[in-house]
Nanobody, 124 residues
Framework: QVQLVESGGGLVQAGGSLRLSCAASGRTASSYAMGWFRQAPGKEREVVTSISRSGASTFYAGSVKGRFTISRDNAKNTVYLQMNSLKPEDTAVYYC?????????????????WGKGTLVTVSS
């Protein structure tokens, strides 16, 4: 098993940047494909981005492509989400997730472990 803890959320103005971190403990993060999901009030949880176990492959939702970057440091058991040019519609609780597989996972149903989430609020 792996435990995931997100950090780095907060309040930012539109156009600003934030970097989220997801620290993994227990089994090493390098054993898992990872992803970031978000859930806005009244909406379903949606994939933001995901990365394969090796880090060689990534996926981005169309709404964040070109603005967000996922990366992983397996030596530090940490996955990052760099968010630039933030928009009010990016406001949501952001969740880190892990899947016990090597490839890309782009659906919430495909993830095996979840963090508790960190709130990102983008003001206009």
């Amino acid at each position: 098993q792996v435990q995931l803890v997100e950090s780095g959320g907060g309040l930012v103005q539109a156009g600003g940047s934030l970097r989220l971190s997801c620290a993994a403990s227990g089994r090493t993060a390098s054993s898992y494909a990872m992803g970031w999901f978000r859930q806005a009030p009244g909406k379903e949880r949606e994939v933001v981005t995901s990365i394969s176990r090796s880090g060689a492959s990534t996926f981005y939702a169309g709404s964040v492509k070109g603005r967000f970057t996922i990366s992983r440091d397996n030596a530090k058991n940490t996955v990052y989400l760099q968010m630039n040019s933030l928009k009010p519609e990016d406001t949501a609780v952001y969740y880190c997730a892990a899947a016990a597989t090597a490839g890309l996972i782009t659906t919430a149903a495909g993830m095996d472990y979840w963090g508790k989430g960190t709130l990102v609020t983008v003001s206009s």
